[in-house]
């Protein structure tokens, strides 16, 4: 394990490079019993860095998109900066929506370990990874259509009207946002259209490492059918609500040095994969408000924006 000096100097450089905070700044730090450490390294990280700092510890959130006490969400809206690294992710809540229409730059952290910390996506080149996202974003930006296929199945689904995200873990201009560590471009698929069947055989967000694929099968946009030994495990996760069961995102990894742990903030990352979700995506584009947000990452698909090839075989090909 790394010593708190290490982490200290961690703490300063994401701070500083991927968030751009500057002395004087308010910066806010929400964090759980999952992560007692990072979070006060963070706070101790801002406070000698001259900012504003704060610390909020917030009980542990039941499920991913599960919104924060109105008091965190108010001290989110009021700050420059906002780091949160939590058991639950806030990434797909109201409350960070609100912080960045305020202004506030905010990166979530959900799950993040202290192996993550130093190891892995963190270490990335994040002018690399930037770029490559940027380019990714383009071509799901403009399509119109996506076709995912994996294992002889396929998975169509509109994009249409639809814009493409930017997670590229560098967030230094005003009300920017995304994941610490990063790398991903991400969109909401147009409600009601996804149809057909995927092999979801990396990892699933609340499940961890796959050993079986989950194949999901959608019509009408919403998930009908799991199959798998953990289709009970994610049927139960989702439970009755029908809104947890829409295709809500469709997302690609552009970070080299992410690998696969079971934790989605590292595993969606990962350089040539796909991932959807089910769930909420009305804080990026969509419109469902479910109070839950699942990823699942497939590791070798094939995925077609409006008929042309953009990742195969584990490799994101050139995008120009």
């Known amino acids: 394990m790394k010593n708190s000096m290490d982490m200290l100097e961690t703490a300063k450089r994401l701070l500083t490079d991927n968030m751009g905070l500057k002395r004087g700044e308010t910066l806010l730090i929400v964090y759980d019993v999952t992560t007692l450490r990072i979070g006060e390294t963070l706070f101790e990280a801002g406070e000698q860095l001259g900012a504003k700092a704060m610390a909020l510890r917030i009980p542990l959130l039941a499920k991913n998109g599960e919104e924060p006490f109105p008091v965190v969400a108010r001290a989110m809206e009021e700050s420059d900066v906002v780091m949160a690294p939590t058991g639950a992710s806030l990434t797909h809540t109201q409350a960070k929506k609100n912080a960045c229409r305020a202004g506030a730059r905010v990166a979530t952290m959900p799950r993040i370990t202290e192996?993550?910390?130093?190891?892995?996506?963190i270490t990335a080149d994040y002018n690399e990874v930037a770029e490559l996202t940027k380019r990714v974003n383009v071509f799901l930006d403009a399509a119109k259509e996506a076709e995912l296929r994996s294992r002889g199945c396929v998975l169509k689904m509109s994009l249409e009207g639809r814009s493409g995200i930017l997670s590229s873990g560098v967030y230094r201009g005003k009300g920017e946002s995304g994941n610490l560590p990063s790398g991903e471009s991400y969109i909401a698929?147009?409600?009601g259209t996804a149809e057909g069947s995927?092999?979801?055989d990396g990892s699933f967000a609340g499940l961890g490492i796959l050993k079986t694929p989950l194949k999901l099968t959608f019509e009408k946009g919403k998930m009908i059918r799991a199959e798998g030994p953990d289709a009970e495990r994610l049927?139960?996760?989702l439970g009755e609500n029908p809104l947890a069961r829409n295709l809500a995102e469709l997302g690609i990894g552009t970070n080299d040095k992410a690998r696969v742990t079971g934790v989605i903030?590292?595993?969606e990352k990962i350089y040539g994969t796909v991932h959807i979700a089910l769930g909420?995506?009305?804080?990026?584009?969509g419109t469902v408000a479910a109070g839950i947000h699942v990823d699942g990452i497939i590791t070798k698909p094939e995925l077609l924006l409006d008929g042309r090839v953009i990742?195969?075989?584990?490799t994101v090909l050139p995008v120009v």
């Open 311 to 314: 990742v195969k075989d584990g």
């Open 189 to 191: 698929p147009v409600e």
């Open 115 to 121: 192996d993550m910390f130093f190891n892995g996506p």
């Open 198 to 200: 995927v092999f979801v």
């Open 235 to 237: 049927e139960a996760m």
């Open 280 to 285: 909420s995506n009305d804080t990026f584009g």
């Open 265 to 267: 903030l590292e595993d």
